[in-house]
């Protein structure tokens, strides 16, 4: 199954300029399995596990049900409690509910509600995750209601979106599972504003962490006195990505043939977006991809960015194999203004290997990163206790927290920086579902939905449950990975649905936000991955 997992992939929706990212994964279509591949290739390595699974008696919920619902107890959750979601609407903001087709069937066959409230339908294309996250929903709670909007309309329609879940439909628990790569990553944006909005308002908040693992680079600029003689370059001080003493103006990826690198970079200066009356961004970079010798510029992003305000680029690029190699050179170049005191970007695209001066880096960045919102991990549902392994084994794919606030929406710089501790909780993913290309489910998409449904048994049993009560009692009943305690990697564990509901039916105490101070110019990861495998892009 390792190898099925490191397979996934990132759905990549072009939506007009902008671009979000749907996290999920679709394992078995994405691999190139010929008999040769699977006698002599990795898929050798399965063995008997590919066709001697373990048996396991799950409850059933329609056709089928997610495996998920097991490992998270939420089938005991239900038996001793008595609780099934009833009273509670679950919203859910993903790329299309019934584009595809399939949700009178799911219907008939008891995989969704008759009841779906669906405010925003994408007006075409689609996978239909959101039914696939439905259906986990349903599978955990099957008393609840459950409402859609479409979220890859753009930032403000997102944003619009929970908004309307939570007036409208009167959801008292939203989830999503998409990401903007223009997301500001150090001040709060107009859609983490949003949740804030709604968490304030009552909402719980669960938003899939992302796909991204570590791939993400960050540092202050540093000075190599360096330009580039080539076509294309627009001038500028290089940056050298040497720690040292030494100069070296090109970081070396990796991009293997067939995938795409999608690269957010940002610094630390305000959004003009954000806040048109702010004071946006007060330096221009630019940021270029060369070929493996550094002779040749292939993609670049090079917005004015004093003119657009926002310290953004955005770099997309794919490995189409006419390159005779996977190896591929980054540089940065400061045009114009003060040097920057943290620089950083996240893959949001496809698997790749940042070969040179690798930081780590989190990659919880944007409304998932918001103060109001629980980000949820991944594990997959076959490495948790339910089915022989315990600790449970965090997904190679779960994007990390970490990442620093350091404005306030008005674009004022903080005192000290916020680092919030998310993701908060992991929860399943490859999981059954009867969504064609989706089953099984990878990735954070599955993961969220799980929680979002033990959240409506939570307030089945205590309506009165704030947001905060509900995120507590989830982290404080979780088992456990790699520490006792929480880290950037696994939040605080596998969520357990009968311990989350005994704890909201007892007293909880409210948590007081809890952020790290980091005092120093460039920001570094807080924890370094205990155990670091092979990669695999979002959902």
Not at 510 to 527: D, H, I, K, Q, Y
Request: aromatic residues 8%; negative net charge; contains cysteine.
């Amino acid at each position: 199954m390792n190898f099925l997992k490191k397979h996934s992939l990132n759905i990549l929706v072009f939506v007009g300029i902008n671009f979000t990212l749907i996290f999920s994964g679709i394992p078995a279509k994405a691999v190139n399995l010929t008999a040769s591949s699977v006698k002599n290739g990795p898929m050798a390595k399965l063995g008997s596990d590919l066709v001697a699974l373990p048996s396991y008696n799950i409850s059933k919920v329609g056709q089928v049900t997610s495996e998920g619902d097991a490992a998270i107890r939420a089938d005991v959750a239900r038996s001793l409690f008595g609780v099934d979601g009833s009273g509670v609407t679950v919203g859910v903001l993903s790329d299309s509910y019934n584009n595809l087709g399939g949700a009178t069937q799911n219907i008939a066959t008891g995989d969704l509600p008759a009841n779906v409230q669906v405010l925003k339908e994408l007006s075409g294309g689609g996978i239909d995750e959101g039914r696939a996250m439905m259906q986990i929903i349903h599978d955990v709670a099957p008393g609840a209601k459950l409402a859609f909007y479409s979220g890859i309309n753009g930032e403000a329609d997102f944003a619009n979106g929970i908004i309307q879940l939570a007036t409208v439909a009167k959801a008292k628990v939203i989830v999503d599972d998409i990401g903007y790569p223009q997301e500001p990553f150090f001040q709060e944006g107009i859609v983490a504003q949003a949740v804030d909005t709604v968490v304030k308002q009552g909402s719980a908040y669960f938003s899939a962490a992302g796909n991204h693992d570590r791939q993400s680079y960050e540092s202050a600029f540093k000075p190599s006195g360096k330009q580039l003689n080539l076509p294309g370059f627009l001038g500028g001080e290089l940056h050298n990505f040497d720690q040292g003493s030494g100069v070296q103006v090109f970081q070396s990826i990796s991009i293997p043939t067939g995938n795409k690198l999608r690269l957010s970079f940002q610094w630390d200066q305000p959004f003009k977006s954000v806040n048109p009356s702010g004071p946006g961004s007060i330096s221009d970079l630019d940021f270029y991809l060369l070929d493996s010798t550094g002779s040749k510029i292939l993609a670049s992003s090079t917005n004015n960015n004093l003119v657009t305000g926002d310290p953004l680029e955005i770099l997309s690029f794919t490995n189409n194999g006419s390159f005779g190699t996977n190896q591929f050179n980054l540089a940065i170049a400061k045009v114009a203004g003060p040097n920057p005191g943290l620089m950083k970007y996240v893959n949001f695209g496809d698997n790749i290997t940042i070969n040179t001066f690798d930081t780590k880096s989190s990659t919880v960045v944007g409304h998932t990163n918001a103060q109001g919102a629980e980000a949820v991990g991944a594990v997959y549902y076959g490495d948790t206790p339910a089915y022989g392994t315990n600790p449970p084994v965090l997904e190679d794919l779960s994007a990390a927290g970490g990442t620093p606030i350091l404005f306030d929406t008005a674009g004022n710089r903080l005192a000290t920086p916020e680092i919030r501790q998310e993701p908060k909780i992991v929860a399943p993913d490859g999981v059954i579902n009867t969504v064609p290309g989706l089953a099984p489910l990878f990735g954070t998409s599955a993961a969220a939905s799980h929680a979002a449904g033990v959240a409506a048994l939570m307030l089945q049993a205590n309506p009165n449950a704030t947001p905060a009560t509900i995120y507590s009692a989830m982290e404080k009943t979780a088992i456990g990975i790699n520490t006792n305690g929480f880290n950037y990697d696994s939040g605080y564990g596998l969520i357990q649905a009968d311990g989350a509901v005994a704890a909201v039916l007892t007293p909880v105490p409210e948590p007081s936000a809890v952020v790290g101070v980091l005092g120093f110019g460039v920001f570094s990861c807080a924890t370094a991955m205990l155990k670091r495998r092979a990669k695999c892009p979002l959902t």
